[in-house]
């Protein structure tokens, strides 16, 4: 394997089916641009002469759209910035924290991250989708899931303020789960 010794940027984004981490190398000299997502080779192009541009190609299970754009900033010196879905990484992020939940939690010595897909109300543990069975309770809705030999539950309950709209805990084997900031 050789050195990535044009490597210029790294980017970790996260997505219901985990964490990916993107690495862009570019030769200046060489034109060289090579696109890595979770250390696995998506793009290699050798001799471009257009220094400046974009390269796009998708990240994880749900195939989500990732653009490096390539700009001169002065001389020989370049920005890299990416996007997801078309936003800034910043924004898509900001944006993403409305309409996901995430927990991070250890059973038995091994952890698990779990996310909630408030507009799907799809469930994700460690990349997978799992199985759910929703159902109506007396004060909001119940998730019920599996985490190995854990029973897991996701409640959503209204908090009775409209800005704050509904609030989702996640209880694994009867105790309430902290929400993780990403």
């Given at each position: 394997l050789?050195?990535?010794t044009d490597l210029v940027a790294?980017?970790?984004v996260a997505l219901s089916d985990g964490v990916h981490k993107i690495e862009f190398e570019h030769g200046t000299t060489s034109g060289k641009r090579v696109v890595y997502v979770d250390?696995?080779?998506l793009i290699r192009k050798e001799w471009m002469f257009k220094l400046v541009g974009k390269e796009t190609f998708t990240v994880?299970?749900?195939k989500t759209k990732a653009t490096i754009n390539i700009d001169a900033v002065s001389g020989f010196a370049y920005e890299y910035t990416l996007e997801i879905n078309g936003k800034s990484l910043?924004?898509?992020m900001e944006n993403r924290s409305k309409t996901t939940n995430t927990w991070i939690l250890s059973l038995g010595g091994m952890d698990y991250r779990v996310v909630l897909e408030k507009d799907t109300m799809d469930v994700w543990c460690n990349g997978q989708k799992m199985e759910?069975?929703?159902e109506f309770v007396e004060d909001g809705t119940e998730t019920h899931f599996s985490v190995g030999n854990h029973s897991c539950c996701i409640k959503a309950v209204s908090s009775g303020k409209r800005k704050e709209g509904i609030i989702h805990t996640l209880i694994v084997d009867d105790r309430e789960i902290p929400?993780?900031?990403e």
């Open positions: 050789e050195k990535m790294v980017w970790e250390g696995k080779e994880g299970a749900s910043k924004k898509y759910t069975a929703g929400e993780a900031v």
